[in-house]
């Protein structure tokens, strides 16, 4: 058995309306306030009153119901299968797997109480360019991490190890919030802004992902050599037979992991690779691209390859995307399926979505593309990297395209997203989408830059880290993806980044200027 199930979802405590009823009222209120407002109504303040006591976000999740057989059924997995050691998972502001590993025979005890660790290990515990740390200082509290029995899984790698998904909340003790839901936790921020927004619409986010990665050499002292291990034959079945041992080995432990792979190809650079599994709803696929990513890079361990995700690690060929394909559901049915006569067209609901994501595409861009390399990607032109806020069927030159019927690919994205970041933002902006009724337009079927020479406007997205991080701020709608402390800690984490990329002598600058004069 690979996973143990919960009966019921932990997504929002029982009884968490007393912020939202303090805080909704005002309709003036951007949605990206009520988001962040939402966020807080789930994240500690009141969420259940028993008499002159406070139950906390911490004790209604350990109450849920099912928790208790699904903790015990875990257990007896452990035993039966002798699993020794386990990882207890988060994930961080940039996307990077956190946590800690306990041995195995502590299960239910942590399980029941869960595990300590800094506030800054949601920062990758990074200092800033001052020597500061990022988000928080060494003087904050200490989260505490509950697994997620349902979330089990014996590495296929390594049968003697487990690993399992965990949410954060603030620690118990504490004067203001204490066992709250930590805001900085874009895992479980993606959970209950994805549970706000089928409560607000009747609707979910079923998304699947593109994951292209690139497969470089290593050195003799395994470091990778930034050199591809295929040539740059774009679907050339003899560039995928070379990685062929790395694919069966990623497509064993994926299978064993709960993903299912359905389709894969060689990219048109160096070593790049994409291989495909299942859409689902969006936490879902979160949580797989995640386990995906770290598949990876086992594979590479043992195989000798670099598993790379780095945006754009070489100029003049394509970079590594992560194309969203997404659409919105009401129960089983897909509201993105054409309503008329035109078999591309989608819904209305679809069209509305649409507009949303057209008007926010900016600041999305600042989440799906959140590194200083993501812009090479977007300046290095000719590789079909989409730079205007536009849409059409089928048109690789605009910021969305209708995939196929019931579905679109937002591509303003790369393999460095953070998927948990990029579903929220993009939840946020169909939703103002919905609620606004946003007309996206007619669909734009000329190549984008033809369309532009004939004097059609199109907005650019930003063209580098720090122009989307001013997008970003100034977009209510989308700093609702981000609310509580992960605004905070976002902002700081990236604008150093910024900062540490525009601060540094680059060989870029030797070779243009060390000769510059007389």
Not at 39 to 68: I, Y
Not at 246 to 270: C, F, N, R, T, W
Request: proline share 5%; glycine share 10%.
């Amino acid at each position: 058995m690979a996973r143990i199930r919960v009966a019921t979802p932990h997504i929002l405590p029982a009884k968490s309306t007393w912020r939202r009823e303090q805080v909704g009222g005002t309709e003036a209120r951007t949605l990206g306030a009520r988001a962040c407002d939402a966020a807080r109504a789930t994240a500690g303040h009141k969420p259940e009153t028993k008499g002159e006591q406070l139950t906390s976000d911490l004790e209604t999740f350990l109450s849920e119901d099912g928790r208790a057989d699904a903790v015990e059924a875990v257990n007896r997995q452990i035993v039966d299968q002798g699993v020794e050691y386990m990882y207890y998972q988060f994930i961080s502001v940039t996307g990077r797997i956190m946590g800690k590993g306990i041995p195995a025979a502590h299960w239910k005890r942590i399980a029941g109480t869960g595990f300590q660790l800094v506030y800054g290990s949601t920062a990758n515990l990074f200092t800033d360019r001052h020597g500061n740390y990022i988000g928080y200082g060494p003087e904050a509290r200490e989260l505490v991490g509950i697994p997620e029995p349902e979330t089990f899984n014996v590495l296929p790698w390594d049968p003697k190890t487990a690993r399992v998904w965990c949410t954060l909340f603030r620690g118990r003790e504490e004067e203001v919030d204490g066992g709250a839901f930590l805001t900085s936790d874009c895992r479980g921020n993606l959970k209950r802004i994805h549970a706000k927004f089928t409560k607000d619409t009747g609707l979910h986010l079923r998304a699947g992902t593109e994951p292209e990665m690139m497969w470089l050499k290593v050195d003799a002292d395994g470091k990778p050599t930034v050199e591809g291990k295929t040539k740059p034959y774009c679907y050339h079945i003899d560039q995928f037979s070379e990685l062929q041992p790395l694919i069966h080995k990623v497509m064993e432990y994926s299978k064993a992991m709960d993903l299912d792979m359905i389709q894969g190809d060689h990219e048109d650079a160096p070593g790049q690779l994409e291989l495909n599994f299942m859409f689902d709803h969006a936490d879902k696929t979160a949580d797989r691209l995640s386990t995906y990513r770290q598949i990876c890079r086992q594979v590479g361990r043992e195989l000798g390859a670099f598993a790379c995700f780095m945006p754009k690690p070489f100029m003049g060929v394509s970079a590594n995307g992560c194309h969203h394909n997404i659409s919105l559901w009401e129960g089983d049915e897909n509201k993105f399926m054409p309503e008329g006569d035109d078999p591309q067209m989608p819904g209305q609901i679809g069209l509305y979505a649409i507009g949303g994501i057209i008007k926010h595409l900016r600041a999305l861009t600042c989440l799906s593309s959140p590194t200083v390399n993501s812009y090479r990607r977007l300046w290095d032109a000719g590789f079909w990297a989409p730079i205007f806020a536009d849409w059409g069927f089928q048109n690789r030159t605009t910021g969305l395209r209708i995939s196929a019927p019931g579905r679109f690919e937002y591509r303003s994205v790369d393999s460095a997203v953070n998927p948990y970041l990029s579903f929220a933002g993009l939840l946020l902006a169909m939703q103002d989408g919905i609620e606004n009724k946003l007309d996206p337009g007619k669909p734009e079927e000329r190549n984008i830059y033809e369309a532009i020479a004939g004097g059609k406007e199109v907005e650019r997205i930003p063209t580098s880290l720090g122009e989307a991080l001013d997008a970003l701020e100034a977009d209510d709608v989308v700093m609702g993806a981000l609310p509580g402390d992960m605004g905070r800690v976002f902002m700081h984490y990236k604008r150093d980044e910024w900062e540490r990329f525009l601060a540094t002598v680059s060989d870029w600058d030797i070779e243009e200027y060390l000769d510059i004069l007389p």
